[in-house]
DNA sequence: ACGGTTGTTAGGCC
DNA sequence: AGGCCTAACAACCG
């Protein structure tokens, strides 16, 4: 279940492993793994989809895909495509992609574009959206991690239909308010979404991610994949305006 | 039991 | 060059 709030809350459950020393890592996937043991792990954080750990010259990033999950002190029967051990824990990660990186991960991640970070700048992704992706559909912008890092299909779809704003809609056809209430709104609901996955429900209190009638009235929900992304979309021709 | 999926990348083909 | 398509990854759910 990752979009970028699922991160957030694994992130949350392994924050304390924070300054602990690396005993032992592996893992099927292919990364070069010397020096890591020995390393103590400076921090913990993540960056839309993607986990960071940061050690003192390098980090890595795991991104756990659509079947991706973390295990804190538990294991699976399959192999672990990651796992980081340590004094008393270890982590496992299973059907997760792992890179390495020198330096520091702000060369490499811009916390103003995530849309669960603090530091989520909405002035520059209107700037970005009216500047580079003046001829692209909203629904497929929104999928796009350079934009809207941590938005997922579920995000993209709730905040659409919350914002009343049709997937097919060119950016440049969309009125700058409705762009700035339509970045609003999927930085509400993906807090919304991280409050949900705490207390179970994204999907039940889902408006109209995998429904097919709308919460406003009767009107069939459709489903179907349009644009460049191929991925479910759910709208109500009736509430969601066309630009 | 089996089809669908909260995601991304790589590679092939025009 | 670059857009478009498919496969691959490989687990869980109903």
Request: charged share 30%; hydrophobic share 35%; glycine share 8%.
């Amino acid at each position: 279940m990752p979009e970028g709030p699922s991160i957030i809350n694994y992130v949350s459950g392994i924050k304390y492993l924070e300054g602990q020393k690396v005993t032992d890592c592996g893992g099927y996937a292919p990364m070069d793994r010397s020096h890591i043991p020995g390393e103590i792990l400076l921090s913990v954080k993540s960056h839309g989809k993607n986990f960071i750990f940061q050690f003192r010259d390098f980090f890595v990033t795991v991104h756990l895909g659509l079947f991706g999950r973390l295990l804190l002190n538990g294991r699976k029967k399959v192999n672990a495509s990651f796992s980081l051990h340590f004094e008393q824990d270890e982590l496992n990660f299973y059907v997760s992609k792992v890179k390495r990186f020198e330096g520091v991960p702000e060369d490499l991640f811009d916390a103003e574009t995530d849309v669960m970070s603090a530091e989520f700048n909405p002035e520059k992704v209107l700037r970005l959206l009216q500047e580079n992706y003046k001829e692209a559909l909203i629904g497929d912008v929104l999928l796009d991690q350079n934009v809207f890092a941590g938005s997922g299909n579920i995000i993209r779809n709730e905040a659409l239909y919350r914002s009343k704003i049709h997937p097919e809609s060119r950016i440049v056809d969309v009125p700058a308010r409705k762009l700035k209430e339509l970045i609003a709104v999927t930085r509400d609901y993906s807090f919304e979404f991280l409050n949900l996955l705490q207390k179970g429900g994204v999907k039940k209190k889902a408006q109209i991610y995998a429904k097919t009638v709308c919460p406003a009235g009767h009107t069939e929900i459709r489903r179907y994949k349009p644009g460049k992304v191929k991925r479910n979309t759910f709208v109500c021709e009736k509430c969601q305006k066309r630009y």
